[in-house]
């Protein structure tokens, strides 16, 4: 990777926190995938709430070990695949990140979602051995309804395209459910998903699925983690509309305030997501 293209990925990965920082803090402002108020598109922008908020309690999912180490409990079911009774490893396109070859766990479940948008359908699997907390929130989300009739609100050319905010109840409510960091173990390639944050273990709702090569969110002071990726439709995903902010995408706060009177008001509207759901 040049160094201009490391400044540039350094500098979104800053977004995704910042973005984080915006939602929690004054909520969100999209982008950075975070990003409180910071125009930097470097990283996913997280939730928008502030770092210094409390982490409150999550539903149904356990936190990693404090090894560092995934725990096998607390993972979503998945769907079945072949293999899966044996415990043989699956197929998939997920990479070890650099480094990380000798200590990746196998992959012997997935689950598949799709997404239908106002831009076309888009197949996406989940491997809850590859970020048990990450998976099990995402399926969880889907399951509930969440991502149903919400924006995909950040665009970044090259970077990331990022949606997850619900203003209505009672799905608003995950907002403030956070869970706690999975180690990042595999690349976050062309394609993958991971979690939007404010900071460690402030992954709530927001996902970006990554355009491009940005392996230098998994760095330590980051710490996004992989825990899916698009397997149909990834043009669908290059042709979301790009809105708002260039680097920050919509407004995070006006969304969680009110985001269907916020919508109504904007000349530019965004790709929507109608559908999310599991497939059996």
């Not at 998945?78 to 480094?99: C, F, N, V």
């Amino acid at each position: 990777m040049s160094i201009k293209n490391f400044a540039l990925v350094t500098l979104m990965g800053s977004a995704l926190f910042l973005t984080g920082c915006q939602n929690q803090a004054g909520q969100n402002g999209g982008g950075t995938t975070t990003g409180g108020g910071t125009t930097s598109t470097s990283t996913p922008a997280g939730e928008v709430r502030p770092m210094e908020t409390a982490t409150p309690e999550i539903s149904p999912t356990s936190s990693p070990e404090a090894s560092g180490t995934p725990s096998a409990t607390g993972t979503p079911t998945a769907s079945a695949t072949p293999g899966e009774a044996s415990g043989a490893e699956i197929s998939h396109s997920l990479k070890p990140l650099p480094g990380k070859e000798n200590v990746v766990p196998k992959i012997t479940k997935k689950t598949t979602i799709k997404m239908e948008t106002t831009a076309g359908d888009v197949i996406i699997e989940i491997y809850p051995e590859a970020a048990p907390n990450a998976a099990q929130r995402f399926e969880e989300l889907v399951k509930s309804g969440f991502y149903d009739d919400t924006p995909i609100s950040r665009v970044v050319t090259g970077f990331v395209a990022q949606f997850g905010v619900n203003w209505r109840e009672p799905h608003k409510a995950f907002k403030e459910k956070t869970f706690n960091d999975d180690p990042s173990l595999f690349a976050l390639e062309r394609g993958t998903l991971a979690f939007a944050k404010a900071g460690p273990n402030t992954n709530s709702t927001q996902v970006f699925i990554n355009f491009a090569e940005n392996n230098n969110l998994a760095d330590p002071s980051m710490n996004f983690t992989t825990f899916g990726k698009v397997v149909k439709g990834m043009e669908v995903v290059d042709s979301f509309a790009k809105v708002g902010d260039p680097s920050m995408g919509l407004d995070q706060q006006k969304l969680w305030d009110d985001g269907s009177a916020y919508l109504e008001s904007l000349d530019a509207k965004p790709t929507m997501i109608e559908k999310a759901t599991v497939v059996e």
